[in-house]
């Protein structure tokens, strides 16, 4: 028989952390926790395959399956000394979802399980408090009523409120333990009458429709969404954890609450968290009453009145602060936990590696690197390449004047600014369009994640540190001011109303998730620079990598920016962006619509000097370090006027008649560009464009050499090539240009000619094309377009679909098709280097600066990467993991 069910508790626990696959992140490290002797209500794990299996039998749980929970409840009943269903010594359970990723409250949970009319009477002897029996019976029903059997939480609030009302109670607080059974009533009479079946009174029939239910919840529309937006196979499934309930609202010497071994935001090594006294766990998270800090320096740091779990109740604190110090050192990372103080008695209820900002990561490595806890390649892998983004976002220029029109919690770091919105769907909407927001909500849920992705900033005005929306912004890398209770939301006017002023929705706001600050208006912000423990970590990096970055720069603003950031060359340079530019453009028009040679070169006379003027600029930033330059690649009719208006302005402004125009670009028009007369096609049939750019690059790389002092070797790139012949014709070309460059400024210049490996032909035949190429760059964008013979312009409108309806995971404009074009890339490499073993291999598509892809691009052997300036440390730092786990 499979093993479906790992008990754990009382000092020991079937599973442990390594088996996080199956017990699912919560399910893993309970077990680990109850091994090593630390105070974990027993419970048991049903693994995740069993969530398929539940899947597979139409919803229904297997005998197998109820026979193993049964028996591990047993175990909990004789660890516990009480008896499921029992009506003296009634045992009670939380039933709670556990994926492999956290995927916070995307799934459901149900609490206070094996209440009835009976045992509810027991809890209440029991407890010696017949109130909160009562009150934890209709949380119960309210809860299950909810998620097992399908009633919208509203009209069990309904009920609550009316009741409330006619009692004359403003908070829960104030309701005795008769009124909370008279509520019970109306509860279970309500849902009768709803579904036409009473409340299950069987503990049984409550737990094995508990258990369904949160297998169920692995499909909700939430979960589905997050799983999307993280990549988290649906095969996966979640485990369930069936667990002893501990209460944290029995009374004043209860409490409960969250807490992180470090700070999450600045990842300084202090205890940071928050507790509530008197409150189940849902109650801290759910912010809607303010949580008490854990620490008394915490306290008195944010000015709060409230007594700390340190004051308050010195013992728990002290044995909690025991066990943080030992989870860190067993972990030896820095641990999110939730714990529960039952009539002073602490309880562990989960331990995981806390969520952090970047900068928090970043400082949390580097220390525990000086703290001798991890080795400076584990401080490199404790990064996540794709995290950096957030250190690489802007920030507030200190120098500018804030108009501070409220403020909150420094939830999630970063400053955005943008328009006023109000839901989800608005952010989305204005997404779509390209428009910038920043949503503001009063707190926000699971439902809202679509929108938070979508905003380039979240501002609520209720909730702490732990608030579902700090959370999920500071995961997101988005810029968040949480609680910013100074603030109020008038939904029903679209109003946010700050000191002093009333914004209306679509009101320019920014928000500096770092300070909390809410200002009006837009804001000059400041671009990020590498430093401090950044700084470090990069030095491991860099220590740790086998291939180099380089930098897609087409402009010397790019290229400064790039070298700052670390790019060690230009990868590519898109020669074709530097025409777009102010007069270049009219120039450029010239060439394009003359009708003979002797036209084209008049006008390439005039591009000269500027494209020359260009690749000094580029060649003098990069001081030595190598520049590849890219031949002229798209179609020439991007450059010319498209609209009527547009045709006729243009022809005006270069005098030409626009009918000419018109029929010079219905000449160039083409039913498949991407395909069509583009890349080195062009110098093929216009050699004269060719020679223009060879020249520009070989002069400024004699006036670069002059200027610096610094060799300059230009790396020249042929676009789009299929045939050996098609090179051997532009090579020929470049080459006579650099004998006459050489020979008038009489001075030896050396210079590689390569070709962008971009059409399955040149892949297929790379070891016929290396007798030519002096080097290969992986253009795959047109690789994976060519490849897939899916337009890149146009994929965007079904690639969805297709990952909604699971025929593919990732975009494979994102992130490289391993299998297809990553088997052309391995061919062409492993052929390149048959003819050229010396051959320096590349990649510049967009791929080039994604964490998954560069992985590949170590494991092909490519010798670096080429990627936006702003990729370049994600790339530096992707490519030093590649190579640590390479290594390993
Ligand atoms: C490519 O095709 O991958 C490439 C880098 O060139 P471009 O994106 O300019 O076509
Ligand atoms: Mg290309």
Redesign the pocket.
Known sequence: MRKWVYTFGGGVAEGSRTEIDQLGGKGANLAEMAALGLPVPPGLTIVSDACGLYYKNEKTLCDDLKVQVLQGISGIEAATGRAFGDTSHPLLLSVRSGSRTSMPGMMDTVLNLGLNDHTVEALGHHSGDARFAWDSYRRFIQMYGDVVMGLDHEVFEEILEDEKARLGHELDTEMSAVEWQHVVKLYKDMLEQELGEPFPQDPHVQLWGAIGAVFSSWMNPRAKTYRLLHNIPEAWGTSVTVQTMVFGNLGSTSATGVAFTRNPSTGARELYGEFLVNAQGEDVVAGIRTPQSITEAARIDSGSDKPSLEKLMPEAFAEFQAICDRLESHYRDMQDLEFTIERGKLWMLQARAGKRTTKAAMKVAVDMVSEGLISEQEAVLRIEPSSLDQLLHPTIDPRVERHVIGSGLPASPGAASGAIVFTAEEAVEAENEGRKVILVRVETSPEDIHGMHAAQGILTTRGGMTSHAAVVARGMGIPCVSGAGTMRVDLRNEKLIGLGVTLTKGDIVTIDGSSGQVLKGEVPMLQPELSGDFAQLMVWADAARRMTVRT?ADTPGDARAARSFGAEGIG?C?TEHMFFEGERIHVMREMILAEDEAGRRAALDKLLPMQRSDFTELFTIMHGLPVTIRML?PPLHEFLPKSDEEIEEVANAMGLEPGFMRRRIDALHEFNPMLGHRGCRLAISYPEIAEMQARAIFEAAVAAARETGAPVVPEIMV?LVGLRSELDYVKAVIDRVATEVMGEAKLEISYLVGT?I?LPRAAIRAHIIAEAAEFFSF?????TQTTFGMSRDDAARFIPTYQRKGIIIQDPFVSLDFDGVGELIRIAAERGRRTRPDMKLGI???HGGDPTSIHFCEDVGLDYVSCSPFRVPIARLSAAQAAIKARA
């Open positions: 897609n590519l898109r690649d676009p962008m971009e253009g795959t964008n047109d690789l510049c598509g967009e």
